[in-house]
């Protein structure tokens, strides 16, 4: 079992930032690759970032693409998910997740967090 604990949610006006982190426990963190989704309200929970398991390479989601960075500290068993120039539509639950293999599809990850809530202003 790998348990994931979200953090770093909160509230940030438009064109802001948030860094929100991962912490990962229970077995080898650098056997995960990583994974950010996110789920807004009313809608399904959809890829936002990837990360393999020796941070390169990493993969995003068109929406994000430029704005967010995702990154990995394996001495920590954390991984981060930057998100700058914030916009109302990234209000969402993220949640991170372990896979064995990088992918950008929810069903490859075995492993997943309670989810942390960011909520954008205008």
């Known amino acids: 079992q790998v348990q994931l604990v979200e953090s770093g949610g909160g509230l940030a006006q438009a064109g802001g930032s948030l860094r929100l982190s991962c912490a990962a426990s229970?077995?080898?963190?650098?056997?995960?690759?990583m994974g950010w989704f996110r789920q807004a309200p009313g809608k399904e929970r959809d890829f936002v970032a990837a990360i393999s398991r020796s941070g390169v390479p990493a993969f995003y989601a068109d929406s994000v693409k430029g704005r967010f960075t995702i990154s990995r500290d394996n001495a920590k068993n954390t991984v981060y998910l930057q998100m700058n120039s914030l916009k109302p539509e990234d209000t969402a639950v993220y949640y991170c997740?372990?896979?064995?293999?990088?992918?950008?599809?929810?069903?490859?990850?075995?492993?997943w967090g309670q989810g942390t809530q960011a909520t954008v202003s205008p």
């Open positions: 997740a372990a896979s064995r293999i990088v992918t950008t599809k929810q069903q490859g990850y075995d492993f």
């Open positions: 229970g077995r080898t963190f650098s056997d995960y690759a």
